[in-house]
């Protein structure tokens, strides 16, 4: 079996990836998502029974000027990882409400093209439909992967719900201008919801179905928790990489 990463077979196994276009500026950011927009597919279903889910999220350093974004991928029947990438670099992007995902979409890029294992889904730590422009990070990394993607959020960027039962599989719809871009799920009898939307090439009972099965113990999915453990790794290991080396000039060594 090849070592070489996944993505350059995308074109034989998907045929639907779209190539990245970094963006000069707000206002091209922006020309850039209503393009793309109407690419995303809504429907799916996409995998009911996936060998594998990756969970991608992104951490920051404290000054705001580095990252890190890890891949994990997971056995989606045993929830054992079973690859993982990272990569560290500068946020592509200025921080602006809604165009969160050019920051990060180039180091997370990076990371799943070092990966050797294919990934049947992405579960995305952010939103995909359930965006002020219905193109979040999730469908962005969809359509350029060409993989099924959801997003799986902490918190909610737009729309009103009502609060689901405390019982753990219990949902209300998220609506946003009379439209359903996602569903307030309960992962966990009695403890906060998350906010599922669809990504790409998956249906929202789908989605919120793979949801459930990667949170058998906490409220987040596992895909989401070993990404985030291992890109705030990353990160730390970045951090002390660049910090200056006691004696060699640094004020804090002598004193």
């Known amino acids: 079996m090849s070592d070489a990463p996944w993505h350059r077979k995308r074109p034989a196994t998907t045929g639907r990836g779209v190539s990245y ?24 279903p996409g995998p009911t029974a996936p060998a594998t889910v990756a969970g991608l999220d992104v951490a920051y350093a404290e000054s705001g000027d580095r990252l890190a974004a890890a891949v994990t991928v997971l056995d989606a029947a045993t929830l ?15 921080y602006v409400p809604g165009l969160f995902a050019f920051r990060e979409l180039p180091a997370l890029l990076a990371a799943l093209d070092r990966l050797t294992v294919r990934p049947d889904l ?13 193109f979040g990070l999730a469908c962005h990394l969809g359509l350029v992967t060409g993989l099924p993607a959801i997003g799986v959020a902490k918190t909610p960027l737009v729309g009103v719900w009502d609060e689901p039962a405390p019982q753990r599989g219990a949902w209300t719809p998220l609506r946003d201008g009379g439209e359903v871009v996602g569903r307030v799920l309960r ?3 009695g ?11 998956m249906s929202l009972d789908n989605a919120v179905e ?10 987040l999915p596992e895909t989401t928790r070993t990404a985030d453990h291992l890109c705030r790794r990353a990160l730390a ?3 002390r990489r660049a910090a200056p080396t006691a004696g060699n000039g640094d004020p804090a060594a002598s004193a």
Do not use: M, N, W
Request: aromatic fraction near 4%.
């Open 21 to 44: 276009r970094p963006p000069a500026d707000v206002a091209e950011a922006l020309r850039i998502q209503e393009e793309l927009r109407p690419r995303v597919d809504l429907v799916g």
């Open 80 to 94: 054992a990882v079973v690859d993982e990438a990272v990569s560290v670099g500068r946020p592509a992007f200025d």
């Open 122 to 134: 992405l579960v995305c730590d952010g939103h995909g439909l359930a965006h002020p422009r219905r």
């Open 187 to 189: 992962t966990r009898d």
């Open 191 to 201: 403890v906060k919801p998350v906010f599922v939307s669809v990504g790409h090439r």
């Open 210 to 219: 793979r949801v459930l099965a990667l949170t058998p113990r906490y409220r």
């Open 237 to 239: 290991a970045a951090d």
